[in-house]
């Protein structure tokens, strides 16, 4: 449609209007990538498009360099910043990591605007060459805008792969749950680096492109309405979506033109045409044509059961003198467990005694002050969560947490990202988990319509996912009714019967003590029992601090 569009009606200015449309596509398909799929509102985007810019302007202008050299250094030079500037606020959390993007880009315009001899200060740099493709000096009007909107095919078309592979679903993984991604084997800081730089390879990109646009560059490249006009184009487009970004940058381009006649008053139906779209459309243009022409129901890939993560002889994990504190609270005081392949082992206590803490250490999600975490003799204690998950350790959360716009299918397979080869591998490996508890015909159900039992069940198959060696449990039969707890605990046999070890937190003595073959009971953070579940009911100190008197 563009391109009939660009052959046949577009005047000379119609067609510089679409060549500055796709430069703003191709900054906002980068965008998607940091911002849609990562979730993290990078508003230094704008700087890097700026970099590609002045590296473009000044290598082609000052030291008269042509397209084959500038572009690729246009393209280096914001991957590099974004390496450099990524490590330190990538860890940041939301608002905080958004302010220090913010503070990037005022310093990047600072720069550029107090290096006249280098940038041409406030005036830039005029003079710059037009784009040099294999001798050929692309003209301005129809042949710039096919090469632009060349870029942003290309561009787009690895993006929208990126985004539909392992790569992009791991990091939507990380977008919607970080926690999870970590304890799925994910490294979290790796693919949000990974996103913030290759977001910084797109804007760089574009920045080039609109000075060959531009022939000028000036530190309006630099200024904030580039982040804000990208920034519209993702949330009006549909966030995450390649398409989104392309429909967005279309649309939010032309719009002022298609207003222009309105002379002063246009800004204000600009405006309330962009809030019009917000509000009709919260999950953008491309949310909006999927919800008017949904896509078809996908086809079931055929299960099969992933490779187990094995490890030989003695306990699968083995826990010496673990200790935690948080100020003045020891959470966890001196606690040793061990767990063997294919059994069960209840960990108890009243609230606030330190469980949950217990899990967490030992799935990386808190380091521990003191102690040992071992599994298979390697000691793990205070590694990251991805790196405990990958030797053979999953675990479920006590308050489950699921991706709500994922199916139960993406949702599962999230665990197995880390592991197989592509997305196809990592669902069929996802349905064997869900068949094994009863759950397949749950695989096409969007996550955010499953009711608290099914939940747990989708929670609880993405950590069987994962075949592991040992697998953590916090509280799972909480909110379930008798009928489903009954259903729970045969299905945690047959995980156990299959060579896994669990660790099971439960208050629920009725159906802890049948299934355990072992029971640690923590009381402000101390080891108060450790022995069989025969033995919980009628010891003393466990009666007097959990169980009270009247215990059933
Ligand atoms: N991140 C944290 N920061 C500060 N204190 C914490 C943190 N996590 C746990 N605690 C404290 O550590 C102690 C143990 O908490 P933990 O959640 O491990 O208990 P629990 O036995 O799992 O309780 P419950 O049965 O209620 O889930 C509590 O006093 C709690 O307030």
Redesign the pocket.
């Given at each position: 449609m563009l391109a009939a569009y660009a052959l046949l009606y577009a005047s000379p200015y119609g067609l510089r209007v679409l060549t500055v449309a796709g430069v703003y596509a191709l900054a906002a398909i980068g965008f998607q990538i940091v911002f849609g799929l990562g979730g993290a509102l990078s508003l230094a985007h704008g700087a890097f498009f700026g970099v590609g810019a002045y590296a473009t302007g000044i290598l082609g202008s000052q030291l008269g360099w042509t397209f084959a050299a500038t572009f690729p250094l246009s393209i280096l030079a914001p991957f590099l910043l974004a390496l450099l500037v990524g490590l330190p606020v990538l860890r940041l959390e939301s608002h905080y990591f958004a302010l220090a993007t913010l503070g990037i880009a005022q310093v990047v315009l600072l720069l550029a605007v107090n290096s006249p001899g280098l940038t041409g200060g406030a005036n830039g740099l005029p003079g710059v060459p037009g784009v040099l493709l294999f001798g050929w000096a692309v003209p301005r009007g129809l042949p710039l805008a096919a090469v632009v909107w060349g870029f942003v095919a290309a561009g787009g078309a690895l993006a929208w792969s990126l985004a539909r592979g392992r790569w992009g679903r791991a990091l939507t993984l990380v977008r919607d749950d970080p926690l999870a991604a970590g304890t799925l084997g994910l490294d979290v800081g790796r693919l949000r680096l990974g996103a913030f730089a290759l977001s910084a390879v797109y804007a760089g990109a574009a920045g080039a492109l609109s000075v060959h646009t531009q022939r000028v560059v000036s530190p309006e490249v630099l200024e904030f309405p580039v982040m804000v006009s990208v920034l519209a184009i993702a949330v009006v487009g549909g966030r995450g979506r390649v398409a989104g970004a392309v429909l967005g940058a279309v649309l939010l381009v032309h719009l002022p033109e298609w207003f222009r006649f309105l002379e002063r008053s246009y800004l204000i139906v600009y405006g309330a045409a962009l809030l019009a779209t917000i509000v009709l459309a919260p999950e953008g243009l491309t949310g909006l044509l999927d919800r008017l022409f949904p896509p078809r129901k996908r086809v079931l890939p055929v299960a099969k059961a992933p490779p187990a993560v094995a490890i030989e002889g003695g306990p699968v994990l083995l826990v010496e003198g673990l200790r935690k504190s948080?100020?003045g609270?020891r959470?966890v005081d001196e606690v040793s467990l061990t767990l063997e392949a294919g059994t069960i082992t209840g960990l108890i206590?009243p609230?606030?005694?330190?469980?949950?803490?217990v899990i967490n250490l030992i799935s990386g999600l808190e380091r521990p002050d003191a102690g040992r975490i071992l599994v298979a003799g390697r000691d793990l204690a205070g590694k990251r969560p991805d790196r405990i998950a990958r030797a053979g350790i999953a675990r479920t959360f006590?308050a489950v947490s699921l991706p709500e716009g994922a199916t139960v299918l993406e949702a599962v397979a999230a665990a197995r990202l880390e592991r197989d080869r592509g997305v196809a591998a990592a669902e069929a490996h996802a349905l064997w988990a869900l068949e094994r508890l009863g759950a397949a015909d749950l695989a096409l159900r969007p996550c955010a319509d499953l009711p608290a039992a099914l939940r747990r069940r989708v929670e609880l198959a993405r950590a069987l996912a994962r075949q592991p060696a040992v697998l953590l449990l916090d509280e799972p039969a909480a909110g379930l009714t008798d009928a489903e707890k009954a259903e729970l605990a045969g299905h945690l046999r047959a995980i156990a019967a299959a060579g896994t070890a669990l660790l099971v937190?439960e208050?629920d003595m009725g159906f802890l003590l049948p299934l355990a073959g072992h029971v640690l009971c923590?009381d402000q953070?101390r080891t108060l029992y450790d022995g069989p579940p025969a033995g919980v009911r009628s010891d003393a100190a466990v009666v007097a601090a959990y169980l009270g008197e009247d215990a059933p």
């Open positions: 948080f100020g609270v959470a206590g609230n606030g005694s330190g469980k949950t803490t006590q937190v208050h923590l953070g």
